[in-house]
T-cell receptor, first 115, second 109 residues
Framework: ETGVTQTPRHLVMGMTNKKSLKCEQH?????MYWYKQSAKKPLELMFV???????ENNSVPSRFSPECPNSSHLFLHLHTLQPEDSALYLC??????????????FGAGSRLTVL | GQNIDQPTEMTATEGAIVQINCTYQ??????LFWYQQHAGEAPTFLSY??LDGLEEKGRFSSFLSRSKGYSYLLLKELQMKDSASYLC??????????WGAGTKLIIKP
């Protein structure tokens, strides 16, 4: 496995379900991100784990809960979601610090549909 | 507030040249990125500009004018595989990435 892998690629859930999205990076990066991508809208940063410190976007509803057990794995736990949460959820990683640009490497995303 | 503007959709012909513009208003500037995203796939990094001028990478070039808050991505010798969305993003003074909504490029034979 190389790059950033996300599972599942597609998820359909009811509003009362609990599910989790998983992300794994094989690049040795020290930062990982969750983004929400909705049609014709800019990417919305949800959560960042950088150098093992969580940076939270305060506008993210509590029904989304991130978990980063180590520098290679990132989860997004979902519960009691709303239909408007239907979107593509992208995971990304990068190497923070050092010289050069902070280039993100993205996974292919998890397409979430909330019924 | 912070804002990135880019056209929603553009159409071009195979073999031609297309320029995708991006204008930005951000709190500070620490670089501008272009990413390409094919439908159903991950965004992939194309270019990074932090100084004014043109950066060329094969068929793709990216230009930056910091004084004008303006960048463009130039794609030459268009191929059908260049059909994708192109995302512009600016890193602000807090090193946060501000994203545009993306430009969907359609290539016609």
């Amino acid at each position: 496995e190389t790059g950033v892998t996300q599972t599942p690629r597609h998820l359909v859930m009811g509003m009362t379900n609990k599910k989790s999205l998983k992300c794994e990076q094989h690049l040795g990066h020290n930062a990982m991100y969750w983004y929400k991508q909705s049609a014709k809208k800019p990417l919305e940063l949800m959560f960042v784990y950088s150098l093992e410190e969580r940076v939270e976007n305060n506008s993210v509803p509590s029904r989304f809960s991130p978990e980063c057990p180590n520098s290679s794995h990132l989860f997004l736990h979902l519960h009691t979601l709303q239909p408007e949460d239907s979107a593509l959820y992208l995971c990304a990683s990068s190497q923070v610090g050092g010289s050069g640009a902070n280039v993100l490497t993205f996974g292919a995303g998890s397409r979430l549909t909330v019924l | 507030g912070q804002n990135i503007d880019q056209p929603t959709e553009m159409t071009a012909t195979e073999g031609a040249i297309v320029q995708i513009n991006c204008t930005y208003q951000t709190s500070g500037f620490n670089g501008l990125f272009w990413y390409q995203q094919h439908a159903g796939e991950a965004p992939t990094f194309l270019s990074y500009n932090v100084l004014d001028g043109l950066e060329e990478k094969g068929r793709f070039s990216s230009f930056l004018s910091r004084s004008k808050g303006y960048s463009y991505l130039l794609l030459k010798e268009l191929q059908m595989k260049d059909s994708a969305s192109y995302l512009c993003a600016v890193m602000d003074s807090n090193y946060q990435l501000i994203w545009g909504a993306g430009t969907k490029l359609i290539i016609k034979p």
